[in-house]
């Protein structure tokens, strides 16, 4: 119930009227700012909440679990995105749909909750908020559904995809690669859901003698798309697919052609792709930018990938549907000197 009448749960001529009111104001660049400002602000909070120092050098640490580390600044950001300011009945409600902290799909039984969070927030926001342009623009059910999506989708794809990044950098050596770069690689990797559903509107014949019939759902699966596709090397062994291991940057220079860089698409193309996903996207690259004070590692040798780039930390994720964590993943956090 939470998600009827919103973009992403409609079809046909409500979702034609929809959808270019959405996308333009999600795409609003001070609501962008804001959160980014936020998530920033609190990456750096949290680290510096408690810190102990290092018996062999006395300085600065800090240990976190990253699933509840990313999950914080996620719900922070979207909840400011959307509302214009902080709001800490929103963001419990929101923070009570992932517990615990990323291990398994938002918790339904919380929905109520943050449907009666954000009625409540709605008369209190500014003028300038994206609810508010959205219940300017759209009937209150729309408006809401909207809300509602944005405030999950948008929570668990920063989430996933910046502890996904962090776990990485903190395990390998990126060396000279951007930002953009290392999340670029961590959406291609491990995408934030596993599968993009779609319907055909139309019969459509593919290559291979494949034909789609017409208005019927279909399952775009994305780790399927990505991994042991045969793009990456010659051998064909999953257990050896070198798609799986970390190299941001490395594999741009051999996309010849769009077909080829539009392959791993983790928030869709074209007019079906996520309105939020600019805006997770700006998030989790402003966190990792305003954490380059620090260094970070893994604590435990049990979720080092390791060079297979399958086991560890990545060996125990799942989809259901979206990106869970079920176990913690500690990281310690040090100040660069």
């Not at 990044?165 to 961590?186: A, N, Q, R, W």
């Not at 759902?217 to 257990?239: R, Y």
């Not at 983790?266 to 260094?295: D, N, Y």
Request: contains cysteine.
């Amino acid at each position: 119930a939470l998600l009827d009448h919103a973009l992403t749960s409609i079809n046909g001529a409500a979702w034609k009227c929809q959808r270019p009111k959405v996308m333009k104001i999600f795409n609003d660049r001070p609501s962008r700012q804001r959160a980014v400002a936020a998530a920033k602000k609190l990456a750096l909070e949290i680290i510096n909440e408690h810190p102990t120092s290092s018996e062999d050098s006395g300085s600065f640490v800090k240990i976190v679990d990253t699933r509840a580390f990313t999950l914080r600044i996620a719900v922070h950001a979207m909840v400011t995105a959307i509302f214009g300011e902080e709001n800490s009945n929103v963001e419990e409600s929101l923070l009570q749909m992932f517990e615990p902290s990323l291990k398994s799909k938002p918790n339904g039984k919380c929905s109520q909750n943050l449907a009666d969070a954000v009625r409540a927030a709605i008369s209190n926001t500014s003028s300038t908020a994206i609810v508010q342009n959205l219940t300017q623009s759209l009937s209150l059910q729309e408006a809401l559904g909207n809300c509602h999506s944005a405030l999950l989708a948008g929570t668990q794809s920063i989430a996933t995809v910046l502890l996904v990044s962090m776990l990485f950098i903190g395990e390998y050596t990126v060396g000279d690669s951007t930002i953009p770069e290392i999340v670029k690689e961590s959406l291609r990797i491990l995408p934030p859901v596993a599968t993009l559903p779609r319907w055909a509107a139309q019969e459509i014949k593919l290559d291979g003698n494949i034909t789609l019939p017409s208005h019927k759902p279909v399952l775009i699966d994305l780790l399927a798309m990505t991994h042991g596709s045969g793009d990456f090397d010659d051998d064909k062994d999953q257990q050896h697919d070198s798609s799986w291991k970390f190299q941001p940057g490395a594999r741009s220079t051999t996309t010849s052609t769009a077909t080829k860089e539009n392959k791993s698409c983790p928030f869709g193309l074209g007019a079906r792709q996520c309105p939020a996903g600019g805006l997770s996207v700006a998030v989790i690259r402003g966190v990792l930018e305003e954490l380059v004070s620090h260094t970070w590692r893994l604590v435990d040798q049990k979720d080092l990938v390791g060079p297979s780039g399958r086991g560890g930390w990545i060996g125990r994720v799942s989809y259901q549907p979206t990106l869970a964590f079920p176990e913690p993943v500690a990281i310690r956090f040090e100040r660069k000197s």
